[in-house]
Each structure stands twice: as structure tokens, then as C-alpha cells.
Nanobody
């Protein structure tokens, strides 16, 4: 059974930083895709950033490029999302997801999901 457990959410003022963590257990994800999605109230879930577990290839949605960084620690089976220069529009529940097929921007390609962690950015 695969488990993804997120942590690190919270409340910050605009311009602040947070680091989200996603600890994976249950199987190896080498060569697979790991991603962060977010969902704000009344909006659809959207892709934020992703990484290929084994090779390190990354992808970001345009609105977070230059502010967010996704990384992974193979030894700890953990993926991180460093979020800097946060804006109120970044407020959402952030979800970690794992794909057995690679790195995708569509949530439909992800097989496993975490429970989500709230990020609130005040102006």
C-alpha cells in the first residue's frame, strides 16, 4: 500500500516562505513522477510542480516559476516544495501525488494522493 504524507503547510504573510514535505512509503518511485497540485476554494485542482524521481527532471506551472522549487531526497523517500515570495493567490490546499507512468500536468495521470496541507497567504 502506497502512502503519501504531506507536512509543512501553514499561514504566512505575502512575501514569506514555506517548505512542504511529502514522505512516500510502500514502494520505490525511481523513474516515476512526483508532483504537487493545489486547489483553492471554488477552483479546480491545478498542477504546481513535478519531478522525475530518478532523473530529477522538473516542471513548473508558469505562475510559480522563479518562486517555487521542487526537489527530492532519495534516501528519505521525500519530495519537497520550497515556496518563496508567496502571494495571496497561492492560498490553497496543496496535495502531493505520485504517478507510476512519469511526469504529467494532468491530475488524471496520478495514481496516489496525499491528504493535503493548507497554505494560507495573507496580504
Amino acid at each position: 500500500q502506497v502512502q503519501l504524507v504531506e507536512s509543512g503547510g501553514g499561514s504566512v504573510q505575502a512575501g514569506g516562505s514555506l517548505r512542504l514535505s511529502c514522505a512516500a512509503s510502500g514502494r520505490t518511485f525511481v523513474g516515476r513522477g512526483m508532483a504537487w497540485f493545489r486547489q483553492a476554494p471554488g477552483k479546480e485542482r491545478e498542477f504546481v510542480a513535478g519531478i522525475i524521481w530518478g532523473g530529477g527532471t522538473t516542471d513548473y506551472t508558469d505562475s510559480v516559476k522563479g518562486r517555487f522549487t521542487i526537489s527530492r531526497d532519495n534516501a528519505k523517500n521525500t519530495v519537497y516544495l520550497q515556496m518563496n515570495s508567496l502571494k495571496p493567490e497561492d492560498t490553497a490546499v496543496y496535495y502531493c501525488a505520485a504517478s507510476l507512468g512519469g511526469l504529467f500536468r494532468s491530475s488524471f495521470n496520478y495514481n496516489y494522493w496525499g491528504q493535503g496541507t493548507q497554505v494560507t497567504v495573507s496580504s
